[in-house]
């Protein structure tokens, strides 16, 4: 599942929505940033879900653990990622739209 990240409420509505209605059983990745907040980090690491350093120097061990993560998932487990890593707005859409280039950003 990708969601767009508009709110803060988004990652608890996903995860009540996913687990209530849906009986599934959410994973999330998330950013390492969120590591600093005690009950993520907590919680978080007591669930298969990971915490993905965007700022790794080696990607290939990012995506090992999230091979890993998906790997071992049942029928009924549902990935959520966020694109775009955190809240979006008008400004980190324009300057996402600069780097991918004017016609990349006209689809």
């Known amino acids: 599942m990708l969601c767009r990240h508009a709110s803060v409420a988004d990652s608890v509505l ?4 996913i ?8 994973r999330y990745v998330l950013k390492r940033e969120l590591l600093w ?3 993520l980090d907590i919680v978080g690491n007591r669930l298969p879900n990971h915490f993905l350093d965007r700022d790794a120097a080696d990607s ?3 995506l090992d653990a999230l091979r890993d993560l998906a790997s071992s998932m049942a029928p009924a487990d549902v990935a959520i990622i966020f694109p ?5 707005s008008e400004a980190k859409r324009e300057r996402m739209l600069a780097k991918i280039g004017p016609r990349r950003g006209t689809r």
């Not at 996903?14 to 929505?17: F, I, K, L, N």
Request: negative net charge; contains cysteine.
């Open 84 to 88: 775009e890593g955190t809240r979006a």
């Open 37 to 39: 907040d005690p009950c």
């Open 60 to 62: 290939a061990v990012e």
């Open 14 to 17: 996903s995860a009540w929505v």
């Open 19 to 26: 687990s209530t209605l849906s009986a599934m059983a959410p």
